[in-house]
T-cell receptor, first 107, second 114 residues
Framework: GIQVEQSPPDLILQEGANSTLRCNFSDSVNNLQWFHQNPWGQLINLFY???GTKQNGRLSATTVATERYSLLYISSSQTTDSGVYFC?????????FGGGTRLMVKP | DTEVTQTPKHLVMGMTNKKSLKCEQH?????MYWYKQKAKKPPELMFV???????INESVPSRFSPECPNSSLLNLHLHALQPEDSALYLC?????????????FGPGTRLTVL
């Protein structure tokens, strides 16, 4: 089946640090989304990014569809960035989440 | 209105009970989804409705029965569940089904089966 792999699985940062989260997918992609799941379970949309680069404040994302990966950059991390970050690949009727990156930002 | 709502937030039920989860959106979206998420795991797709018709059923046991009465509402009827069905159930919607459509998720219903 289609594989979506995220790395690293766990990440601990000191407040103010920068980080890069990666999402690799084994097949072509029509749509790639990044989400942040807060401690209460709510999935918050970060980026809808099938290709190219987007920025939103301290966050930015890049998808290189031809090389089958996407990156999420978090700069100047804050404690409120803690939680689980998921990428989700959408190709036709195949909707697949990666395993997630669990981020803890320490004050 | 740019949100997906789900009720109830929490649900505890016995294995012989019948209950329903409800999901609603008023964004004019025509595709709606049910996902199941176990602790420390990613969400897994259960069902997709497109234009009020079931388009994807990911081999979900029949004790889960989805229903889409209209374009704004999605229900998940639960009957004779097992303790291993305890999970966070997430609803999502998108403008239409298929590729290239941004999904928006509700806050989820946390289900415990005793």
């Amino acid at each position: 089946g289609i594989q979506v792999e995220q790395s690293p699985p766990d990440l601990i940062l000191q407040e103010g640090a920068n980080s890069t989260l990666r999402c690799n997918f084994s097949d072509s992609v029509n749509n790639l989304q990044w989400f942040h799941q807060n401690p209460w379970g709510q999935l918050i949309n970060l980026f809808y990014i099938p290709s190219g680069t987007k920025q939103n404040g301290r966050l930015s994302a890049t998808t290189v569809a031809t090389e089958r990966y996407s990156l999420l950059y978090i700069s100047s991390s804050q404690t409120t960035d803690s939680g689980v970050y998921f990428c989700e690949r959408n190709a036709g009727n195949m909707l697949t989440f990666g395993g997630g990156t669990r981020l803890m930002v320490k004050p | 209105d740019t949100e997906v709502t789900q009720t109830p937030k929490h649900l505890v039920m016995g294995m012989t009970n019948k209950k329903s989860l409800k999901c609603e959106q008023h964004m004019g979206h025509r595709a709606m989804y049910w996902y199941k998420q176990k602790a420390k795991k990613p969400p897994e797709l259960m069902f997709v409705y497109s234009y009020e018709k079931l388009s994807i059923n990911e081999s979900v046991p029949s004790r889960f029965s989805p229903e889409c009465p209209n374009s704004s509402l999605l229900n998940l009827h639960l009957h004779a569940l097992q303790p291993e069905d305890s999970a966070l159930y997430l609803c999502a919607s998108s403008l239409i089904g298929g590729p290239g459509n941004e999904q928006f998720f509700g806050p989820g219903t946390r289900l415990t089966v005793l």
